[in-house]
């Protein structure tokens, strides 16, 4: 490929070098992909308006997350199985987030532990964390993510039931991955992905075998995961690991109105619009046309952020109009990670702040803080009109 200038040359390359099943397994949704396909889609139908004649000069796409300073309003979001994209993943995706000033947010279920990345990149970073049942699990997680001097934790509330995504099914999804005639056939096409896995050790989710009671091994894992998540999660569970952390907490996964203020309610310091890039309710709305209701619900009480379906920073200039105070991007940078390892991550944030930088000036502003609704044009229908019960 010649130039590398937007997400999706990223992610050409990126389906060229990493085997199949672990392509398949970021770029897919839930059952019929409705919300996957609509998280993108509906941002076609919002526009921009086209400003001139206005002074663009020393621009800034600067400003803060959680209170933290970041270069611009974009952290990666929390992606499982990462260094199964690229050998070390999480690793090298972290270091490309710290070099370019934003945060870096590591899975529960990542292949690099928390003390790998913590070890690797020396910076404060997010932790997800999943609501598993294993109350010793949980303090232990929390207590070795306190430890590694993380910044935050991100409660992942979406994900009690997993919705099912059929090409993982068809695949037989694992890591490490299952040798069958199919997937060997694969892996020998994708050289350079294998000989970077055959030179490091991290193959298997770090943060869970040899931590989890039980699971000493990769074989021990798909019991526990299947029986781990905790189905009976309420809100005042997630008051209680609010407590068990004590400190700042990013609660992900809301997408009604009322989610949002019990959120507020809980005294979180953000929460994350999101439907989980489509991969867990089919049939929800894109996560784009449940943010306005939502920031005007309880955007004055707490910091509304906002995922699913970023591809562009025109996506990114939206969100943030619509009134996000930031956004998480998932895809975007593992397609990145998959294409190139740390570069490729550099890569995919250059590209969406060159594009976010750009727009911004187009539409008239110099200050990405000072940009509200108004630069857009947006459907009156947009949100929707349904039927109360
Ligand atoms: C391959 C993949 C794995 C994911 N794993 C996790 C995870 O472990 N924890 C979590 O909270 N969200 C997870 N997510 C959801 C992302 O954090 C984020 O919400 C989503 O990717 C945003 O949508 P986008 O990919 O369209 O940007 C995952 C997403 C993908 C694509």
């Excluded at 109105?257 to 489509?278: K, Q």
């Excluded at 250059?350 to 539409?363: F, G, S, V, W, Y």
Aim: contains cysteine; charged residues 25%; hydrophobic residues 40%.
């Amino acid at each position: 490929m010649s130039a590398i200038t937007c997400i999706d040359d990223l992610k050409r390359l990126y389906k060229r070098r990493v085997p199949k099943m672990f392509y398949d397994y970021a770029e897919t949704g839930s059952w019929t992909e409705q919300t996957f396909r609509e998280n993108t889609s509906d941002f076609d139908k919002i526009y921009f308006r086209q400003r001139v004649a206005v002074d663009m000069t020393n621009r800034t796409t600067a400003g803060q997350m959680i209170g933290q300073d970041v270069a611009m309003p974009v952290a990666l979001a929390p992606v499982g199985l990462t260094g199964m994209q690229h050998a070390d993943g999480e690793i090298l995706a972290a270091r490309a987030a710290k070099k370019f000033g934003v945060p870096f947010t590591l899975s529960t279920l990542s292949i690099c532990s928390i003390e790998d990345v913590a070890k690797a990149t020396k910076a404060p970073f997010w932790f997800q964390v999943y609501t598993l049942k294993d109350d010793d699990f949980m303090e232990r997680l929390m207590g070795r993510a306190r430890d590694a001097g993380c910044s935050a934790v991100v409660i992942t509330l979406d994900l009690q039931v997993q919705g099912q995504r059929h090409k993982d099914l068809k695949n037989g999804l694992s890591a490490p991955p299952k040798l069958t005639p199919a997937s060997i056939a694969n892996m020998a096409t994708k050289v350079g992905w294998g000989l970077k896995m055959l030179q490091t050790r991290r193959r298997t989710f770090g943060n869970v075998v040899g931590h989890a009671k039980g699971v000493t091994d990769p074989s021990s894992l798909s019991s526990w995961t299947a029986e781990a998540f905790d189905h009976a999660l309420d809100w005042n569970r997630v008051a209680e690991l609010m407590k068990m952390w004590g400190g700042k907490v990013i609660l992900k996964g809301i997408m009604d109105t009322e989610d949002a203020r019990r959120a507020a309610d809980l005294g979180a310091d953000a929460i994350v619009v999101s439907n989980h890039g489509g991969r867990q309710l089919d049939g929800a709305l894109s996560s784009i046309r449940a943010l306005p209701a939502i920031v005007d619900a309880v955007g004055d009480r707490i910091e509304v952020m906002f995922d699913s379906g970023i591809r562009t920073g025109q996506d990114i200039l939206k969100a943030r109009a619509l009134g996000a105070s930031g956004v998480m991007i998932g895809r975007s940078w593992v397609y990145g990670l998959g294409a190139m390892g740390q570069a490729g991550v550099t890569k995919s944030l250059e590209i969406l702040h060159k594009e976010l930088d750009t727009t911004m000036a187009l539409c008239g502003h110099r200050d990405l803080r000072e940009v509200g609704r108004d630069i857009l044009l947006v459907p009156e229908d947009f949100e929707g009109r349904w039927q109360r019960n």
